[in-house]
């Protein structure tokens, strides 16, 4: 024990004792719980600034009113940001939001320090300049600005150093053009921060920022990414709140006072459709093509000695039964024709739909090749399609020739319905329904915003029940 | 946002298990006692697990387990975001400290409030130096910072816990 410091009797006991219960409360980590532990969100701690957000957010406490608001545009912090509590100083956060309410929209221009994405953060190159793109105070008083910053990327241009033969990210998914988040209300200052990344759609939520906790004064917020179709974007939370905004320069931010998630968050296009956007709860869509493609699956089994005597058509029929069962639309009550067991089935069925109904509903299937093993039995490649989650890639499937007609084999829909919480009784084959690259295996579902299939943190696993 | 790494290959689960046997207990008990048993153990299960995924970057780390730390520390914010959204389906936010409850002997009852009153820095090294007996440079590597300052963090944590009692220790 380190002697640097008179230790009164009492709190050398206490601590003693302290640490003596905390060590029997946290039973000890071994090597195989951490391998088997599953981390669904990113931890990479943000790194350390020389002016870290902490030490300027500090200073601030100490200054003038104006003084911290300006420190406060400064910065750009983690979700979180800092705050500037209502004990300490709540003039100064006052001076902050109400000097919002008196700003322009005309653009203006920050020397930033750093920047964070999602929590975690990054020092760049040079001193990017923040622009302002706009203010907005809302019904509720919380003003909200919005920034570009414009990065130096250096040499390389931001891209990872990939080694030959694995899969890199396109250049977009590095993209320069950043865009920060500030929200201010009478307690509390916070800032968030999305790369500009390139549309899956016309617009993406890049982020729901969590502000004022601490402060007891919570506001629930989003920033949204569009394209120049879009003229309003919407949130709706579940008390009727509704905040709305036309983006400027492709972003908008939407909040609402208090801790409740939006229950809706949407676009209007230019010819006034309404597109609802994705990925609300976690409130990060991640673009596909920045994402890593799930690894190909194994080889298919070998062909059979006997091949059916019209391959082809054997082949067609195949094909036609996974299409059928996997394209949405189609009447289930033929399911029966293209799927082997169907009536043990129904139940799975049921579950999945109710657990992914928007992937049910918008599921479709490429099929391809095809092998036959036998004059009754076939092994495939087929790959899903649907909207709402993240897909699995290709897979491997079975197919049999049962009563006249070549069938889905249990099995292989035992797989597919296991991906969304689907349990097959009996149970199938374990060698015909294992799953490939990325997808769960059967029996790890934990829920439609469950943890046991995600590959990365704003992944909502998914899966489909045939239409 | 991030996409987890593939985990590194089967054969090397010697050398982290060893990693973890040296690790482990420092990193756990600095964050149990910054954060409180089930948090911090969480965390440092979170932080061990992804040293495993990074296996090949912890290895080159020259303090793997103040970077953990770190990691730890990303992770309880990580839960207690979490949380804070829990409250929406009617469950009680509770951001979770150390369980004051559990001495053994009987104390001064305004200690436990001013160590739950320290930061989770201060926090962690006094517990880890005059809970636990680590040395000013163990408890340095486990929280990732300089002789200096846990000397500054520990001193400050006395005196908070001092003053509870309010002894005046010169």
């Known amino acids: ?187 509390a200052v916070s800032q968030n921060g999305s790369p500009q990344f390139p549309l899956d759609g016309p617009a993406a939520s890049r982020g729901q920022g969590y502000h004022g906790q601490q402060e007891g004064a ?93 391959a082809d058509a054997a082949r067609q029929s195949v094909t036609e039964a996974y299409e059928y069962v996997f394209t949405a639309g189609n009447d289930r009550n033929n399911n029966g024709t293209y799927i082997e067991n169907a009536d043990a089935l129904k139940a799975p069925s049921e579950q999945v739909k109710q657990n992914f109904p928007e992937a049910s509903d918008t599921v479709s299937v490429e099929v391809g090749e095809i092998r036959f093993l036998s004059t009754t039995e076939a092994a495939l490649y087929f790959e899903l399609k649907y909207d709402g989650g993240l897909l699995f890639g290709q897979q491997i499937g079975y197919a049999k020739f049962i009563d006249g007609h070549w069938k889905i084999e249990y099995g292989t829909m035992c797989m597919v319905f296991g991906w969304g919480g689907g349990v097959c009784d009996p149970p199938p084959d374990p060698a015909r329904s294992t799953s490939a690259g990325n997808a769960p295996q059967p029996g790890t579902y934990t829920g439609p915003s469950g943890t046991a299939s995600m590959s990365s943190a704003e992944s909502t696993p998914t899966t489909t029940a045939p239409n | 946002m991030e996409v987890l790494r593939a985990v590194p290959s089967l054969d090397e689960p010697a050398a982290f298990g060893e990693f973890v046997a040296v690790v482990e207990p420092k990193l756990r008990r600095a964050l149990v006692a910054a954060y409180g048993s089930e948090l911090g153990r969480e965390a440092a299960a979170d932080a061990l697990a992804w040293a495993w995924q990074h296996w090949d970057r912890v290895q080159t780390m020259n303090n793997p387990a103040g970077y953990l730390w770190r990691v730890g520390q990303t992770s309880v914010r990580r839960t207690t975001r979490r949380r804070v959204r829990e409250v929406v389906d009617g469950r009680e936010f509770e951001l979770e400290l150390i369980d004051d409850g559990r001495g053994e002997r009987m104390v001064e009852p305004a200690l436990a409030g001013a160590l739950d009153d320290l930061s989770p820095q201060q926090r962690a090294a006094v517990v880890l130096v005059h809970g636990h007996g680590y040395t000013l440079s163990e408890a340095g590597e486990a929280l990732g910072c300089s002789i200096s300052t846990i000397r500054n963090h520990v001193a400050r944590a006395l005196r908070r816990l001092h003053a509870a009692l309010e002894v005046d220790d010169g």
């Open chain 1, 218 to 310: 919570p506001v629930s917020s989003y920033m949204v990414q569009t394209s120049s179709d879009v003229l309003t974007v919407r949130g709706t939370w579940p008390d009727g709140f509704v905040d709305e905004m036309q983006p400027v320069n492709g972003w908008a931010i939407v909040a609402h006072s208090g801790s409740a998630p939006a229950s809706a968050l949407e676009v209007v296009l230019a010819d006034a459709s309404t597109v609802a956007l994705k990925n609300i709860d976690g409130g990060y869509s991640y673009p596909a093509r920045c994402q890593p493609p799930p690894p190909p699956p194994p080889e298919l089994p070998p062909a059979g000695k006997e091949q059916p005597a019209d």
């Open chain 1, 1 to 187: 024990m380190a002697d640097f410091e008179e230790l009164h009797p009492d709190v050398a006991g206490f601590l003693s004792d302290r640490a003596g219960a905390l060590d029997r409360d946290a039973a000890p980590i071994d090597a195989d719980e951490a391998v088997h532990r599953t981390v669904t969100h990113s931890l990479e701690p943000a790194r350390r600034w020389v002016h870290t957000p902490a030490a300027v957010a500090s200073h601030a406490r100490r200054r003038p009113a104006v003084a911290a608001a300006v420190i406060a545009a400064l910065l750009i912090g983690s979700v979180g940001g800092f705050a500037a509590g209502r004990s300490s100083a709540p003039g100064k956060a006052n001076v902050a939001a109400r000097g919002a309410a008196r700003d322009s929209s005309t653009p203006s221009t920050i020397v930033s320090q750093a920047f964070a994405v999602g929590g975690g953060g990054f020092a760049a190159p040079g001193i990017p300049q923040l622009t302002r793109l706009f203010l907005r105070t809302t019904a509720e008083g919380v003003a909200l600005r919005g920034y570009l910053q414009e990065m130096d990327l250096g040499l390389q241009g931001g891209m990872p150093m990939c080694e030959a033969g694995q899969w890199c990210p396109p250049p977009e998914c590095n993209p320069s053009t950043y865009f920060m988040a500030e929200l201010s209300n009478d307690e």
